[in-house]
């Protein structure tokens, strides 16, 4: 594929181009809502008249639902990694325009939106976005983005994974480093495909010939001079140079954890520790767990009758805890296992674990079981949003494996997180370092949006009853 064209289809499905066309299918959207609805009976050709309520449904509406996209992550491909997520989001997108318009209509106009014009905007705004999005992931999917490592061969491997697990358009071709001889060509190491540069090819040349469009660095700091210069002119030839940690946290949202050092943790100023925002997420916290607990009394009686009849065991499972700065709390879930589950000790959940009752794996799927812990949030034990808590005897056995977990408990755990909407459940060491890449990276670029995010994640998430 020549550059050009991938250059095209890089801006056609980009963020902009997407913006604008959510503006243009919220726009029409608007209009014919109004023109179907009973109670209105506008022109279009009126367009943004002098009347404040036109322009308002005109312009304003249009622009909120564009905003309320670029919240749900449909501005960023990178996050649209199913068809499924697409439709999702897509149905909430319109929600969150209503919602903020809904506001603002009633502030400006001492009005509230028709249900009507409401529910008309909401079905043709989702089909028109939904539409264009699933179009747009398949244009950019045949836009395939070769990334060559220049650096150490053992990040390699893991690059490859990583990418096929995300479903995105990157392909790693190889990786490359210092080494070379007189002929060049390839060599195995390990089953990884590595390159040899012949020994009078430029390092932008050769990256030419290999028709890479991205050079990862894997150690910035070990480079020569003339490495420098070579990887200078790459990016002079439209060849995009970025160090690997770099690339992991932008592309591919979650931070290369094991890649790191203490320079990284000792350079970070998080949102997080800032006064301001942890203030409001401490509101909100307050707000949704009592929210919680009120709508979880109406129902808590029949599903603790359902426990009770079937096995006459407990209702609650209270287990320990480490929660911020690893301070340990006991968490309260619904019991949805056996009540010998752990007569052997302490054991990794595992996906169809046996020990989940039949009732439990309907309380699993619909995150019921997860309510109670509406009570932790409003102790301050938890957030709504964080990595999730995980039991001391736990956590000893995965910090002798995985370098750098435990700066995961510098912020609070959380009923859900940006590791459990884009990786589901871990059931070993081996998935706890991966999640442990996205705690690192909510820690990092923790946001009002981000959280908007999440929460919108976890809600796609309960509709596919993933767990």
Same mark, same amino acid.
């Given at each position: ?18 913006a604008?066309?959510?503006?243009c ?18 022109? *279009? ?44 989001l897509?149905? *909430?997108?319109?929600?969150i ?5 809904g ?43 070769r ?8 990040n ?20 490359t480093?210092?080494?070379? @001889?007189?002929?060049g ?71 290369? !954890?094991? @890649?790191? !050092?203490?320079?990284?943790?000792w ?7 800032h ?11 307050l ?27 407990? *209702? ?7 929660g ?58 938890m ?10 005897e736990?956590?000893?056995? *995965?910090?002798e494996?995985?370098?750098n977990? !435990? ?24 998935d706890?370092?991966?999640?442990l ?14 959280e ?16």
């Amino acid at each position: 594929m020549s550059k050009l064209t991938h250059f095209l289809r890089s801006v056609l499905a980009g963020p902009l181009a997407l913006a604008f066309l959510d503006y243009c299918i919220a726009y029409v959207a608007i209009i014919v809502a109004l023109k179907l609805a009973p109670k209105f009976r506008v022109d *279009i050709l009126e367009g943004i008249a002098p009347n404040t309520q036109l322009f308002s449904f005109w312009f304003v509406l249009p622009v909120l639902t564009v905003i309320g996209a670029h919240i749900s992550g449909l501005h960023n491909h990178l996050q649209i990694r199913s068809r499924l997520r697409i439709i999702a989001l897509s149905a *909430i997108t319109p929600v969150i325009g209503l919602i903020f318009f809904g506001v603002f209509f009633a502030i400006v106009q001492f009005e509230l939106l028709g249900r009507v014009v409401s529910g008309l905007y909401w079905l043709l705004a989702f089909g028109g976005i939904a539409f264009s999005r699933l179009f747009a992931w398949s244009y950019q999917s045949g836009a395939i983005h070769r990334i060559m490592v220049f650096g150490e061969q053992s990040n390699y491997f893991s690059m490859q994974n990583r990418l096929y697990a995300t479903r995105l358009p990157l392909r790693v071709v190889g990786f490359t480093n210092t080494k070379r @001889n007189a002929e060049g060509g390839s060599y195995e190491d390990e089953g990884k495909t590595g390159f040899l540069r012949p020994a009078d090819m430029p390092l932008a040349e050769f990256f030419e010939k290999m028709e890479v469009d991205e050079v990862l660095v894997d150690t910035p700091h070990e480079l020569s001079e003339g490495d420098r210069d070579g990887l200078m002119t790459c990016m002079a030839r439209g060849i995009r140079v970025m160090n690997l940690n770099y690339f992991f946290e932008r592309r591919l949202l979650q931070v290369f !954890s094991s @890649n790191l !050092s203490e320079n990284w943790f000792w350079s970070q100023d998080p949102v997080y520790f800032h006064p301001f925002f942890f203030a409001a997420k401490r509101a909100v916290d307050l707000f949704l767990s009592l929210c919680g607990l009120l709508c979880l009394v109406p129902v808590f009686p029949f599903l603790a009758l359902a426990i009770k009849l079937q096995d006459g065991g407990p *209702i609650f499972y209270r287990q320990t805890r480490c929660g911020q700065y690893n301070q340990p709390f006991t968490i309260y879930k619904l019991r949805t296992m056996r009540q010998d589950a752990e007569k052997d000790g302490a054991a990794w959940a595992q996906k169809g674990d046996c020990r989940v009752t039949r009732l439990g794996r309907f309380l699993r799927k619909t995150r019921f079981d997860e309510t109670p812990q509406f009570w932790n949030v409003l102790k301050g034990d938890m957030s709504f949003i964080g990595p999730r808590p995980e039991r001391p005897e736990m956590i000893d056995e *995965i910090e002798e494996e995985v370098p750098n977990y !435990s700066y995961r408990h510098l912020v609070k755990p959380g009923i859900t997180g940006w590791a459990q909407i884009n990786y589901g459940y871990g059931a070993s060491i081996a998935d706890a370092r991966k999640k442990l890449d996205y705690d690192l990276y909510y820690l990092k670029y923790a946001s009002v949006v981000l959280e908007i995010q999440i929460l919108l994640g976890t809600v796609v998430a309960m509709v596919k009853g993933a767990r």
